[in-house]
């Protein structure tokens, strides 16, 4: 395989229930100075709104998405097929409710650059985390700002290469409703077989925690 080959990068993004938010999720990704190879879109919901339907399909028909219908509802079934369907070597996986910065993208190829055998996690900046200043925060955190090596990843940001982990058996399906805890189950398949998860800042990304749709349908973890 081609250096070239192994720097395609996939977006997949799991979706259940978002409307104008992931929309909005989508357009932030497709407008990055360095994008995605692909994004694919896993699509739990049972019916959009119109306007959300109406705009899907035309980043469908256009080639700046594919849009992937699956049902029933399971967040790490839609990450498998992600996985599957995924034509990157690397694969990074993002929540549908997100605003990037602008390098994220850049920076998930980077790290895999430098770190080819591991999971590369990005920073995830929460609501309640805006405007905090981190710099100064020696101790880990997923909105910190010091790279570091890590035990375990969040689920709304990450990078992994696409044949290690269908090498593993993807992600456990066993866990359902609000999947908790399956992206550390995950990391310990990960890290026992070998590999290292690095957490990158430059990575970065702001999760709006949107109440409605996704996970939080079935409950808070």
């Known amino acids: 395989m081609t250096a070239q080959a192994e ?16 929309i909005d999720t989508l357009e932030l990704l497709l407008a990055l100075p360095e994008p995605a ?14 306007a959300t339907e109406a705009r899907l399909a035309a980043l469908q028909e256009s080639g700046a998405i594919r849009w ?20 990157g070597d690397l694969v990074l996986f993002l929540d549908d409710d997100v605003r990037p910065e602008q390098d994220l993208v850049s920076a998930h190829r980077r790290a895999h650059t430098h ?12 609501p309640w985390e805006e405007g905090v200043d981190f710099s100064a925060v020696e101790a880990f955190c997923f909105a910190g700002e010091r790279a570091f090596w890590i035990g375990e990843f969040m689920g709304g940001n ?17 866990f359902v ?45």
């Open 7 to 22: 720097s395609r990068l996939s977006i997949a993004i799991p979706s259940y229930r978002r409307e104008q938010v992931l």
């Open 37 to 50: 190879d692909e994004i694919l879109l896993i699509d739990q919901t049972e019916q959009h709104q119109p």
């Open 68 to 87: 992937i219908r699956q049902q029933p509802p399971s967040i790490p079934m839609a990450m498998n097929r992600g996985l599957v369907e995924a034509c």
């Open 115 to 126: 770190y080819p055998d591991a999971l590369i996690a990005g920073r995830v900046i929460q």
């Open 158 to 174: 990450f990078s992994v290469r696409r044949e290690r982990a269908l090498e593993l058996g993807g992600f456990d399906q066993n």
């Open 177 to 221: 409703r609000v999947a908790y805890r399956f992206e550390a189950e995950f990391a310990h398949r990960f890290l026992a077989a070998g590999g290292r998860i690095r957490f990158e800042p430059a990575a970065s990304l702001h999760h709006l925690h949107v109440a409605a749709g996704g996970t939080r349908s079935f409950g808070e973890h």
